[in-house]
């Protein structure tokens, strides 16, 4: 157990939706990360929030949007989903030291029908 | 930008035997991180081995060893005695030392294990 949580685990909706998918990084982790795998695809780094901060973005849509809350945990917010959107979804947490590995949570399998 | 490369979609090992993945990179860094990622049937990401750029010594751990060329931009990881529960898809992963970056990974390469 990675100590990374995502809710949901999985998530079927209509194309044209809006979905938000939770995360909940390690105890004392301040940095999370979102990353989007589709079909037997690599990772694609989608934005990273440091303490609240968004610190680093990679492809991300702009039909998507993230924040960090005080808390630490994490919501990505998909909407006007296309058939293409359906993927796994991972999250994943690191401490304030830039030598640590990433730490992934299960991910949340999204299907746009 | 850097970028990850694993040229080896898939590979296959019998049961017991040695297999070596491959990874390239790119970078103008000098400082950076190397990771080697484990992505079986369930979906889960699991962290295999890690390696310092600055640290000569590959890094070991148990079964998985690496072979890190710093000068040829090559880290490829070498799994020993191959076991059925090493089938699954392995990701090669960049990190550069600027604090707090995401890590960039390769397409992955599937490795089956033959009883």
């Known amino acids: 157990d990675s100590g990374v949580t995502q809710t949901p685990k999985h998530l079927i909706t209509a194309t044209g939706q809006r979905v938000t998918l939770r995360c909940s990084p390690r105890s004392g982790d301040l940095s999370v990360y979102w990353y989007q795998q589709s079909l037997d695809q690599g990772l694609q780094f989608l934005i990273q929030y440091y303490n609240g901060e968004e610190r680093a973005k990679g492809n991300i849509l702009e039909r998507f949007s993230a924040q960090q809350f005080p808390d630490l945990h994490s919501e990505l917010n998909l909407s006007s989903l296309e058939l293409g959107d359906s993927a796994l979804y991972f999250c994943?947490?690191?401490?304030?030291?830039?030598?640590?590995?990433?730490?992934f949570g299960n991910g949340t399998r999204l299907t746009v029908t | 930008a850097q970028t990850v490369t694993q040229s080896q979609p898939e590979m296959s090992v019998q049961e017991a035997e040695t297999v070596t993945l491959s990874c390239t990179y790119d970078t103008s860094e000098s400082d950076y991180y190397l990771f080697w990622y484990k992505q079986p049937p369930s979906r889960q990401m699991i962290l295999v081995i890690r390696?310092?750029?600055?640290?000569?010594q590959n890094a070991t751990e148990n079964r998985f060893s690496v072979n890190f060329q710093k000068a040829a931009k090559s880290f490829s990881l070498k799994i020993s005695d191959s076991q059925l529960g090493d089938a699954a898809m392995y990701f090669c992963?960049?990190?550069?030392?600027?604090?707090?970056?995401?890590?960039?990974f390769g397409k992955g390469t599937r490795l089956s294990v033959i009883a």
């Open positions: 390696q310092e750029a600055y640290k000569q």
């Open positions: 994943a947490s690191s401490p304030s030291s830039y030598n640590s590995p990433l730490h």
């Open positions: 992963a960049y990190r550069t030392n600027s604090g707090n970056t995401p890590l960039v």
